[in-house]
């Protein structure tokens, strides 16, 4: 069936770091790729999205381009902050439910 | 625009015990869809409503069910709670049809915790 597959963490930077977090998917159809963020103790929090191969999402400083020659959805941004500590959900969804990958931990020092 | 509420927020129960979470989707939303996030990990898809029926399910027992009132505010019921239930139930809200249909926006969860 379809899946995610992120990369593991905890991932600990330092404020105006750049950052990447690796996300790969397997699917039959033509699905939606999304990144969820959660911060400690709240629900997801939708960060972006793209809905067809070669999309760029963003949002707050952050990008994922749909990828799918190499069935991946990347999150990238310039220049962390501390605010941006949280776990980060890669997730794919095709007309139906959605699949989260298991989270990847992201800590901003000062 | 009101976003998706849930309730309670934290509940306690106890093993063999029955439970009943709320959800109020987003205005103008008529899908409603449930997560199971146990701790550390990513959300697992229990089952979808859209217009009060069951629209999918993933891979969970006849004791997870679930309904669909007309004004599309939704119930999860567990049955039987075992020590695995303890988790973070999430409700997720969107609207069939289009690329929206993918578009799912979350509750802030009740915590669910089986002694």
């Known amino acids: 069936g379809d899946s995610v597959t992120q990369m593991e963490g905890p991932v600990t930077l330092s404020e105006e770091a750049f950052l990447t977090i690796n996300c790969t998917y397997t699917?039959?159809?033509?699905?939606?790729l999304f990144w969820y963020v959660q911060y400690p103790g709240e629900g997801l929090q939708l960060l972006l999205k793209?809905?067809?191969?070669?999309d760029k999402g963003s949002n707050k400083g952050f990008e994922a381009t749909y990828r799918k020659e190499t069935t991946s959805f990347h999150l990238e941004k310039g220049s962390v902050q501390v605010s941006d500590s949280a776990v980060y959900f890669c997730?794919?969804?095709?007309?139906?439910?959605?699949?989260f990958g298991a989270g990847t931990r992201l800590t901003v020092k000062p | 625009e009101t976003g998706v509420t849930q309730s309670p927020t934290h509940l306690i129960k106890t093993r063999g015990q029955q439970v009943t979470l709320r959800c109020s989707s987003q205005?103008?939303?008529?899908?409603v869809s449930w997560y199971q996030q146990a701790l550390g990990q990513g959300p697992q898809f229990i089952f979808q409503y859209y217009r009060e029926e069951e629209n999918g399910r993933g891979n969970f027992p006849p004791r997870f069910s679930g309904l669909q009132f007309p004004n599309y505010s939704s119930e999860l019921n567990v049955n039987a709670l075992e020590l695995d239930d303890s988790a973070l139930y999430l409700c997720?809200?969107?609207?069939?049809?289009?690329?929206?249909?993918?578009?799912?926006?979350f509750g802030p969860g009740t915590r669910l915790t089986v002694l």
């Open positions: 997730a794919l969804s095709d007309r139906g439910d959605m699949r």
């Open positions: 793209a809905t067809k191969a070669d």
């Open positions: 205005s103008g939303h008529n899908t």
């Open positions: 997720a809200s969107s609207l069939a049809g289009g690329d929206s249909y993918n578009e799912q926006f």
């Open positions: 699917a039959t159809g033509y699905p939606s």
